[in-house]
C-alpha cells in the first residue's frame, strides 16, 4: 500500500475560499472582520510566524493590526494593550504570539484576551469548553486544522484507536479533546511514555506533535492506519522534515500528511476561520439575534 498524501494547501485553500465568502457577506453588512496580533521581543520565527498571518489575513479580506513590543517590556503595558483591544468593536481576535519573553506570566497574559476575542483558543475559558464539548469556543488553531484535513479527506473518526504523539497545551491534549468529543477511543503518550511502538502499532489515525524527527518508523505504524505530522524540525543540512519518517511510512499508511505542506497551512487557515466566526458571532449579537 502507498498513502495518499493530504495535501494541506488545496485543504487550506478550501477553507480560506469559504472565509472569503463569509468575510464579503459580513462586510455587506457593516461588519469588517479584524484580528489583532501582539508581538513582544524579536525572535526571528515568531517574527515570520506573525508576517504569515497577517498576509493571510490580507488573502481573505480580513484587516489586521500588529502591535509591537520591545522585549523588556512591563505585563502591565501588554495587559494595557490587550485592555484596549478587548474594548475595541473593530477588533474581533485577538492573539499574543508565544513565546513571551521568560520574565512574562504567560497565563496570566493570555488570561487577559477577552474569552469572545481568543481566536487561538488559550484562553482557559475556551481550554474549558474543549473539555465539556462547548461548540460555541475557538477550537486552537492546529487540531483543528488537523481535524479540517480529516473532514475534508472523509475519514471517519468515530470508534477509531486515536494515538496523539505528544502532550502540549497548544497540540497534543486539545487534539486529543476534540478526537474524544466525535466519539474516538484515543490515546495520549508523550516524553515519559515507555515502549512507544506498543501504543503506535494500535492506531487507526495517529497524529504526532513531538518535536522529533524520525520518531515515527515503519514498524511502529499499522498497515492502513493514516498518520498526520504535525512536527517541524529544521535538520543540520537545512531540511525541514516532520517527526515521521514520511517515506519509510508511506508504504504502509492508507494516508499521511507531508512536511512542508501538510498540517502547516492549516494552522494560519483555521486562525482566520476562527476570527472571521468572532465577526459573525459579533455581527449576530449587534443585530440582537
Ligand atoms: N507560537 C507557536 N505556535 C503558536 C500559535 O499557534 N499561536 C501563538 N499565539 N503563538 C504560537
Redesign the pocket.
Known sequence: MTAKIIDGHAVARHVRQECREATEALKRRGVHPGLAVVIVGDNPA?QV?VANKIKACEEVGLKSTVHAFAADTSDGEIEACIQRLNADPAVHGI?????LPSHFDVRRVLGAISSDKDV?G?HLYNVGGLVVGDNTIFP???PFGVQKMLEYENIPVEGQNVVVVGASN?VGKPMALMLMQKDATVCICHAKTRDLAQFTILADILVVAAGKPNLILPQMVRHGAVVIDVGINRLPNGRLVGDVDFEGVRQKASYITPVPGGVGPM?VTM?VHNTVQSASRFAQNAAGL
Open positions: 515568531s510566524y492573539l499574543v504570539q508565544l513565546p487561538d488559550f486552537p488553531c492546529t497548544i494552522t486562525l
